[in-house]
């Protein structure tokens, strides 16, 4: 068993890991999570660190090995601080709001786009033109807000869409006489 290149993870305080043979659970102060692992990838906890093996060098083992790790820790760090995204509505009359935990959308269509939380993620509008999506899981997260930029993405010429915070949209420039 080999773990080059990996470092182990270590455990804040009151987070707490079960290794079962394909799956591991964590729990902290903001929730749980699960992973299924792969089965010729081993997990083990070892005073306050878990450690990630791999059974040969082989280039699936060493992806898999990687991407074991890599969801692990960002399970563990999700249970302690939570992940958030970012996202800026540029437009004339383009708005979101909060209905409840869920979000309101008005983005240029005859009717305002309603988004529905999911179990886990909740929704926060700092200012008309800020969405800002939390939760605990990474995947959850990312996921929810590329839906939400997928209802109107940015356009080329005017700028005007729904984009990450701090995402550069290349301008294109329009039509000459």
Known sequence: MSRIGKQPISLPDGVTVQVEPEAVRVEGP???????????????????EIVVTRPSDRGEHRALHGLTRSLIANMVLGVTEGFEKRLEIQGVGYRAQLKGK??????????????EAPEGIEFE?????EVVVRGISKQAVGEIAAQIRKKRPPEPYKGKGIRYKDEYVARKVGKRA
Not at 31 to 45: I, P
Not at 102 to 115: F, I, Q, R
């Open 30 to 48: 903001k929730g749980r999570l699960s992973e299924r692992v792969a089965r010729d990838l081993s997990v083990e906890q070892q005073n306050g």
């Open 102 to 115: 869920n979000l309101e959308l008005a983005l240029g269509y005859s009717h305002p786009v309603p988004v």
């Open 125 to 129: 509008v700092p200012v008309p033109t």
